[in-house]
């Protein structure tokens, strides 16, 4: 299952990297291709460290894909929404620093901001 999403998640980025990089190639940036190619270099690095992690996660732990995908879901749902992406934090009203997601309350000017996600 892991395996699956993993795949489909890599096709999907693939896939995004691909219109960002013929976007840049019609402006002629070269300073945006360089920073695609960063991009796509801490992607894999990314990519790469993930998926030691979960190797050695599911070997020493004996945790299922099912679990890493139950728990994946979770995240996921945090903000509300299921569409595979964590949303961005969100900054307090008043002061626009940045929120805790585990606070219904700004820990810096005290303004309740709604709900825990
Ligand atoms: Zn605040």
Redesign the pocket.
């Known amino acids: 299952m892991f395996d699956l999403l993993w795949n489909l998640s890599q096709q999907r980025e693939i896939a995004q990297l691909r219109t960002e990089v013929n976007a840049a190639r019609r402006d002629g940036g070269s300073a945006r291709d360089s920073r695609i190619d960063e991009l796509e270099r801490r992607m894999d690095l990314l990519a790469l460290t993930t998926m030691g992690m979960w190797s050695l996660v599911r070997e020493k732990l004996h945790i299922t894909d099912a679990e890493l995908e139950s728990a994946m879901n979770h995240i996921d749902l945090l903000d509300g929404v299921a569409d595979g992406k964590m949303s961005p934090p969100r900054n307090?009203p008043?002061?626009?620093?940045t929120l805790s997601r585990r606070h219904s309350r700004?820990m810096?000017?005290?303004?309740d901001v709604g709900p825990v996600l």
């Open positions: 307090c008043k002061c626009s620093r700004c810096y000017c005290g303004t």
